[in-house]
């Protein structure tokens, strides 16, 4: 397990450097992909699917990325983007093209669409984390809710809701 987040640190600081990441945060980025590998691989360990696995630690590769985004003053995807390299499904695309060279249509069906699974809980995970935290981060500083302004009239002007159902 070790060895497993060594290697995640080290090609999310890889990513870091292709993505142009400034040298202090790259190590941040690294700490964010080697975290999300882990508890890819504890999911894993618990016996739960790949793609179960992939969307629980895209969740948290998401948290992490726009907490360090906030402390660090920067933007997310600075943390977030090599935080997902780890998770990406490179060889399920590998063996799925070496499935269709076989000419094997069921096997590369079946890696193809796992592939497909397995990049869509990244999506998931990425999306749910990040809207979860701003809509904490929204009930903190107590912003009200955004209505639409025929709400609003109505809420503030209770005695112009539906007059029709006096008659």
Not at 49 to 58: D, K, L, Q, Y
Request: proline content about 5%; glycine content about 6%; hydrophobic content about 50%.
């Amino acid at each position: 397990m070790l060895l497993d987040l060594t290697l995640a640190f080290v090609s999310s600081a890889c990513a870091s450097l292709f993505f142009n990441i400034s040298r202090r945060n790259i190590a941040w980025s690294a700490l964010v992909g080697a975290a999300g590998w882990g508890v890819y691989q504890i999911v894993l360990g618990l016996s739960q699917p790949e793609t179960v696995a992939t969307f629980i630690a895209s969740l948290v590769i998401g948290l992490l990325g726009e907490s360090l985004a906030i402390i660090r003053k920067k933007p997310a995807t600075t943390f977030i983007l090599p935080g997902i390299i780890p998770l990406v499904p490179g060889a399920g695309m590998y063996f799925t093209m070496v499935a269709l060279q076989a000419r094997d249509v069921f096997l590369a069906a079946t890696r193809g669409i796992q592939t497909i699974f397995i990049a869509l809980a990244i999506a998931c995970g990425l999306v749910i984390s990040l809207t979860l935290l701003r809509l904490v981060r929204r009930y903190q500083q107590k912003k009200p809710a955004s209505v639409p302004h025929i709400a609003r009239d109505l809420i503030e002007r209770p005695e112009h809701r539906d007059s029709s159902s006096n008659e």
